[in-house]
């Protein structure tokens, strides 16, 4: 591959990095083309952009994207697939369904991750990232609390107001 050519992959990868906060390293090496295409469907249906990336190639996007990756650097070695996603924790998810939904199947693993502002290192983090909500789950949870005042409030009040009328009506029948 000539230099211009590989000048024209950083920038684009530069380009992917930047457009979206989320992204995921994972080693997919080992899977047959049957399971890639899966995980590549599965992806898809997700909002989740996949890409087999080239190490040097990737660091060096990372590198001119403007922000800090350093500490996915050491990571980015071996077989290198790149998880792109707006959604923080889609990328985590989609691992985790793929290996439940194949048995016979280890990978993806997860490699490392730069989500919500902060670097994950390791599959053993696969777990948190999953667990993290997303900014539409964690704007479902505040409506659900302010919500949930008003509706004891009003709960309480047609109780009362059913128990008010039993005692009104138990009185005026003992008054006949």
């Known amino acids: 591959m000539r230099k211009e050519q590989k000048e024209q992959l950083i920038d ?16 997919i090496g080992g899977l047959n083309s049957v399971q890639t295409s899966k995980l590549r469907r599965a992806a898809f249906r997700k909002e989740v952009k996949l ?12 590198e001119k994207s403007g922000m800090d990756y350093s500490e996915l650097f050491p ?43 902060c670097f994950y290192i390791g ?29 004891n409030v009003i709960s309480a009040l047609q109780g009362a107001g059913n128990t008010i009328c039993g005692v009104l009506e138990t009185l005026s029948e003992k008054a006949e």
Do not use: W
Request: glycine share 2%; net charge negative; charged share 25%.
């Open 51 to 62: 890409e087999v990336v080239k190490n040097t190639l990737l660091i060096k996007a990372m």
């Open 12 to 27: 684009a990868l530069c380009e992917e990095v930047k457009a979206y906060p989320h992204i995921y390293i994972a080693d």
């Open 75 to 117: 990571v980015i070695k071996g077989e290198t697939a790149m998880m792109l996603s707006n959604v923080n924790n889609a990328p985590a998810k989609l691992i985790k369904e793929f290996r439940a939904n194949d048995k016979t199947c280890t990978k993806p693993v997860l490699k490392g991750a730069y989500v919500e502002e």
């Open 123 to 151: 599959e053993e983090h696969l777990e948190a990232l999953v667990n993290i909500k997303s900014k539409n789950e964690l704007i479902a949870d505040v409506v659900a609390l302010l919500q949930s005042p008003a509706k």
